[in-house]
């Protein structure tokens, strides 16, 4: 959260204005600010960008809606509370940027190809529960989901090595943020529509 409040502050969130439009505004703001420097390595990446922005947008989506919560609030007391937390937040970021330089390149680049990985095993879970089509015979539906039934249970079996490997490092991970007061991102998958 400390990287986020500092950018999203520069632009107050207003009542009137659609909720997308300033989340964009700030998650591009965070890959091309002159205090995080891990995303100038990128400038020729566009992927690796593309990925980056996605991976820190639910960590914008709360800073917007921190700030949204401000401007709402009616009790001086605790607008003053909100102010002092963005305040310390935005300091801990610039220091911790003027210190560190941004993030490492492997570690940024790691960090974006672990989220592609998380990403393709998830479609995976995901395409292989069936979808009700109107159009299709019952008969051939039920028989087309009992084998992709098979099929998910049989990846599942398979896949049991990779999750209990992925859990442990999900735990690293949370530790680490922990420790250092510092988000590495979170995974968001967008669902699509599809027929059998």
């Not at 959260?1 to 107050?12: D, E, S, W």
């Not at 001086?76 to 801990?92: C, F």
Request: aromatic share 8%.
């Amino acid at each position: 959260m400390p990287m986020v409040t500092a950018i999203a502050a520069q632009r107050p969130l207003a009542h009137t204005e659609p909720f997308h439009v300033v989340e964009d505004d700030v998650l591009h703001a965070f890959t091309d600010s002159s205090c995080v420097h891990a995303p100038r390595l990128f400038y020729h990446q566009p992927r690796a960008t593309d990925r980056l922005r996605r991976l820190y947008r639910p960590v914008f989506n709360g800073a917007a809606l921190k700030i949204q919560r401000y401007e709402a609030e009616q009790d001086a007391a605790k607008r003053v509370d909100i102010e002092r937390w963005m305040l310390d937040e935005s300091l801990e970021l610039l220091y911790a940027s003027s210190r560190s330089r941004g993030l490492p390149h492997q570690l940024t680049k790691n960090l974006w190809k672990l989220m592609v990985s998380e990403e393709r095993k998830q479609w995976q879970i995901e395409y292989s529960y069936p979808v009700w089509n109107p159009k299709v015979d019952p008969s051939a539906a039920v028989k087309q989901a009992k084998v992709l039934e098979k099929a998910r249970e049989k990846a599942k079996d398979s896949q049991a090595f990779a999750r209990n490997g992925l859990a442990a490092l999900t735990e690293v991970i949370a530790m680490a943020e922990a420790r250092d007061g510092l988000s590495l991102g979170r995974v968001m998958l967008k669902r699509k529509v599809r027929k059998l």
